[in-house]
């Protein structure tokens, strides 16, 4: 029971990565809060559990305060927050992303980084302490082409961990960033650009030293270690969980 009596927000919980996160959290004792746009689903995943839910989207600081409020309210504090949701276009040239396409990638992938903070941030000093992780990719250290305008985003988030930690070290609270390879999510044939087929994966799969996409549950457990007081003197590292793609 690693994170027993911790308060946790989730943002992106309703599938993929995020999921995982919901229930290994709960696993380990944490009273979970999941917010989602698909509030359906992350109902239904919160359920596994007796965990909490609330339909939002990330992109909007009202949906944020109502999520913050949430998890608030159900476990008396807001002890982690795991910044998970996120989104890409579709791989293809740089200079065929739309306008729309790119606004959306920063609205998500960034800018709701900014209004959680903004959001979460004085609770935390309140308290004295928090946790957050920020979920960047190996896209922003590594880049595949075609993906230009999303690597960027994923850039922006590394880096961003880095110089929320130092800000926010002398008020106790420690950001830190995970960064998955590509793994088997819903994002996968927009990551590949191609069709989700045995041999389109081998394509990438043979980038990955260790033989694999990452899953669900390796990114989980990455986030469990980082959230635990196991890490307590641990703030700012982009911790890269991908096989050794980055190497």
């Not at 999921?19 to 959290?25: K, P, S, Y």
């Not at 606004?103 to 800018?111: C, K």
């Not at 959230?227 to 003197?233: I, P, Q």
Request: glycine letters at 10%; a negative charge; hydrophobic letters at 45%.
């Amino acid at each position: 029971m690693r994170l027993k009596g911790k308060s946790a927000l989730i943002t992106g919980g309703a599938s993929g990565f995020g999921a995982a996160i919901a229930r290994t959290f709960a696993a380990q004792g944490a009273c979970v809060t999941i917010m989602d746009l698909n509030g359906a689903g992350a109902a239904q995943v919160a359920a596994d559990f007796d965990g909490f839910s609330i339909q939002g989207d990330v992109t909007k600081s009202s949906d944020i305060n109502d999520a913050v409020s949430c998890a608030h309210k159900n476990g008396g504090a807001v002890d982690i927050v795991v910044n998970n949701a996120g989104w890409t276009h579709h791989n293809k040239p740089m200079l065929d992303v739309t306008e729309e396409e790119y606004d959306r990638l920063y609205d998500i992938n960034v800018r709701s980084i900014f209004h959680m903070s903004r959001a979460v941030v004085p609770i935390m000093r309140t308290q004295g302490a928090g946790v957050i992780l920020n979920i960047g990719s190996t896209a922003g250290i590594r880049p595949r082409p075609g993906l230009t305008w999303y690597n960027s985003t994923k850039g922006a988030v590394n880096l961003l961990s880095k110089s929320m930690a130092v800000e926010l070290a002398p008020d106790g609270i420690r950001v830190n960033c995970i960064a998955p390879v590509i793994g088997a999510t819903a994002l996968l044939e927009s990551f590949m650009g191609l069709p989700d087929t045995p041999e389109n994966r081998e394509k990438f799969i043979a980038t990955i030293p260790m033989g694999r996409m990452s899953e669900p549950q390796d990114i989980a457990n990455a986030c469990l270690y980082l959230a635990s007081d196991e890490a307590e003197f641990i703030t700012g590292i982009v911790l890269e969980v991908d096989g050794g793609r980055t190497i």
